[in-house]
């Protein structure tokens, strides 16, 4: 899909930007409120460099990078034609001369022409899945492991991470990168770890009572289906040991943050990963919530125009570009992530001098053209998650009965609000079919549904089904 920034896209993009400002505020006031004094460690001297020292350090790993990759097929063929090699990369400008990955790119690849380093030399293989049924696979040496854990290690303890917590990991334990990624950053840390592994919401609430768990580890849906199960089994979040959530993997807002907070009783921290960069560990948040600090000493990443493939201006939305500098099996040169962030390089109160990025807010790939405009599907759920009695379990259903896309989206009402006196529903689908048209500046029909209608998810949420493809009546 063509991705058009179109002047109303920016605008809202830059509405989303301008309340997360706003909520970010809020969510200053709750830190206030956390269970216990936070822990301000910076784990690592490489996270407080200088913008000189960083930019020196990134050179030499960048160049050093380049030279790793000139044996591997698809780099080869591709400096040759670039006409370029490590020597030619003489300031952090060049990497404009460099070519650029992509998801079909590794796909080409698979299962292992991407490896930089002799088979023996992998200590451990993970992939991610992939639309064509085939996952991208990457590989690390032990190395690379260590710097995993490193680097999970540290967006955990600039969230409140210390030695001395129990950490519950409820992600799935697999190929996907979440569950190891963070298990070994834990342990990095010091603190004991609970590998619960993803599902069985109310053994997960067992653990959490009888470990007295501190952190909680999975995505932000799961996270929501672990507070729907505690309130549905009426027990009060004040019971649970629980202090902090690191949670990750997909896109989310900050009115769901909220949701979480209050209904677990926690401060909730977003970190950022993808697998073929390393998997998670590649940003994460601090006390200050105002963005991601992004690991600048092993990854240099860009913000480009999807469209034009040139930097955006400063502050603007644009489409993540990374690379992987230090990997040792499985570097990767300007990987096209899809995932649609702003970068911001003021100070943070924190002490981190590392440049920060936005929460994501979609993907170029998830982008929905809809009568011309372009949404994505964080939009709708800031604009349900804005109205009292919707709740933050939705679908939004993609079809195309003529040449056009049409959306519907099915939002489930809280049960304090759900009602069989049509007005009060009527009342309630009207006040979302106007945030919705507030953000988005489109028309877009509500389906309310009865609570506990909609699937909860153990992993990664699917929030979009795309039914464009199908016939089906309308
Ligand atoms: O999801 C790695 C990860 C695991 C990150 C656990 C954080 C926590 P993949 O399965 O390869 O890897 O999916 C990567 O997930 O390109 C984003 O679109 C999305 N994603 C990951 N973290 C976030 C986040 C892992 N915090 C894809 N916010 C990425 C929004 C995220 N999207």
Redesign the pocket.
């Known amino acids: 899909m063509v991705f058009k920034t179109s002047q109303l896209t920016i605008k809202n993009l830059l509405a989303i930007l301008t309340l997360s400002f706003f909520t970010i505020q809020i969510q200053q006031q709750l830190t206030k409120m956390s269970k216990e004094p936070f822990n301000k460690t910076i784990l690592n001297p490489n996270e407080t460099l200088t913008r000189g020292e960083l930019e020196n350090l990134q050179l030499r790993h960048l160049r050093d990078c380049v030279r790793r990759l000139a044996d591997v097929p698809f780099y080869k063929q591709k400096f040759a034609e670039h006409g370029v090699n490590h020597e030619s990369i003489r300031s952090l400008n060049d990497i404009s001369r460099l070519p650029l990955t992509t998801k079909a790119d590794l796909r080409n690849g698979y299962p292992l022409g991407f490896l930089a380093v002799p088979r023996e030399v992998v200590a451990r293989f993970h992939g991610?899945s992939g639309t064509t049924g085939k996952p991208t696979i990457v590989a690390y040496t032990p190395d690379d492991l260590k710097l995993w854990s490193e680097l999970c290690a540290r967006f955990l303890v600039s969230g409140g991470l210390q030695s001395r917590h129990t950490v519950q990991i409820a992600?799935g334990y697999g190929l996907?990168?979440?569950g190891f990624?963070?298990h070994y950053g834990v342990e990095r840390v010091g603190a004991a770890v609970i590998p619960a592994a993803a599902g069985n919401t109310r053994r997960q609430l067992m653990l959490m009572q009888d470990m007295q768990t501190d952190v909680l580890v999975c995505t932000p849906s799961y996270a929501l289906t672990i507070a729907d199960v505690l309130r549905n089994d009426n027990i009060d979040p004040a019971s649970l040991t629980l202090k902090y959530a690191h949670l990750?993997?997909?896109?989310?807002t900050e009115q769901m943050r909220e949701t979480i907070e209050s209904s677990l009783g926690i401060l909730a921290f977003?970190?950022?990963?993808?697998?073929?960069v390393i998997?998670?560990g590649v940003s994460g948040e601090c006390i200050e919530r105002t963005g991601m600090h992004i690991q600048e000493d092993h990854f240099l990443v860009e913000c480009l125009d999807p469209e034009t493939l040139k930097p955006v201006p400063n502050g603007k939305p644009g489409e993540l570009v990374i690379t992987a500098m230090t990997k040792q099996a499985m570097p990767i040169l300007r990987y096209r992530?899809?995932?649609i962030a702003v970068l911001y390089d003021d100070e943070c109160p924190c002490g981190r001098t590392t440049r920060r990025m936005s929460?994501?807010i979609g993907?170029s790939d998830d982008m929905m053209i809809i009568r011309g405009v372009n949404v994505f599907p964080s939009q709708i759920e800031e604009a349900l998650l804005r109205v009292e009695g919707a709740a933050p379990h939705y679908q939004i259903e993609l079809t195309r009965p003529g040449t056009l896309d049409e959306v519907r989206v099915k939002v489930e009402v809280v049960p304090e609000k759900f009602s069989d006196k049509l007005a009060d529903m009527a009342s309630l689908k009207r006040r979302i079919e106007q945030e919705v048209t507030t953000i988005t500046g489109l028309h877009i029909t509500i389906d309310l549904l009865p609570p506990k209608s909609i699937d909860r998810f153990e992993g990664k949420a699917k929030r979009v089904i795309d039914l464009r493809g199908m016939k089906v009546e309308v």
């Not at 990750?248 to 989310?252: A, F, K, L, Q």
């Not at 977003?270 to 073929?276: A, T, W």
């Open positions: 991610s992600f996907f990168t979440g990624g963070l990750g993997g997909e896109t989310w977003n970190n950022y990963g993808l697998s073929e998997g998670p992530t899809r995932d929460r994501v993907r």
